[in-house]
């Protein structure tokens, strides 16, 4: 009686202790993927954050091409070599905004949904300057078509509200 009272406790001891260990090794698991997550999401940040300080870099050392405005500076008033670097520079936020896009627009994390709402509404803000406008046709085929969508949307809808305000102008 007492070895079948020895080898039951024994039984059970060891039932707990793998049921502890698959708790522990779950708990130890699922820390770890929220971990991994975390630092994704980090390192998605950090990435798009660098491509827009490398354009501010860009946009501070050539501000007569007038970049970091809401208005465009005429091509009429840029000399050739401005013209071009302008284009060079368009077609770098270009390639930025894409990396925003893949990056953030389709993510679930609640720091890529806030962060998409951003670039969303600065991406809006570039489709009304005329200098990009120029520009968005010669660059409409170098880049992805899932991207160019969203873009020639943005286009759109700035086109949209460009009308308006042309039709009824502030007082």
């Known amino acids: ?5 020895a080898a039951r406790k024994t039984q059970i001891a060891a039932s707990l202790a793998t049921i ?3 708790i522990l090794a779950c708990t130890v698991y699922f820390t770890e993927r929220a971990k991994e997550k975390h630092e994704r999401t980090l390192e998605t940040f950090t990435t798009v954050n660098r491509a827009y300080a490398d354009y501010l870099k860009i946009v501070l050392d050539h501000p007569e091409l007038n970049l970091h ?5 005429p091509a009429s008033d840029l000399n050739s070599v401005q ?4 284009s060079i520079v368009l077609d770098s936020w270009v390639s930025m905004a894409e990396l925003a896009f ?3 627009s389709e993510h679930s ?3 890529a949904k806030r962060q998409w709402v951003g670039w969303d509404a600065y991406i809006g803000r570039w489709c009304k300057r005329s200098d990009f406008r120029d520009e968005y046709a010669t660059v409409v085929q170098d880049y992805d078509n899932k991207f160019m969508s ?3 949307s ?3 809808q700035a086109g949209e509200e460009l009308e308006k305000r042309d039709e009824n102008p502030p007082k």
């Open 150 to 152: 969203y873009l020639q």
């Open 102 to 104: 893949f990056l953030y």
């Open 69 to 73: 405005s809401s208005t465009a500076t």
């Open 154 to 156: 943005k286009f759109d």
């Open 83 to 86: 013209q071009r670097r302008r």
């Open 1 to 5: 009686m007492d070895m079948e009272r």
């Open 109 to 111: 994390t609640d720091l």
């Open 20 to 22: 502890s260990g698959i």
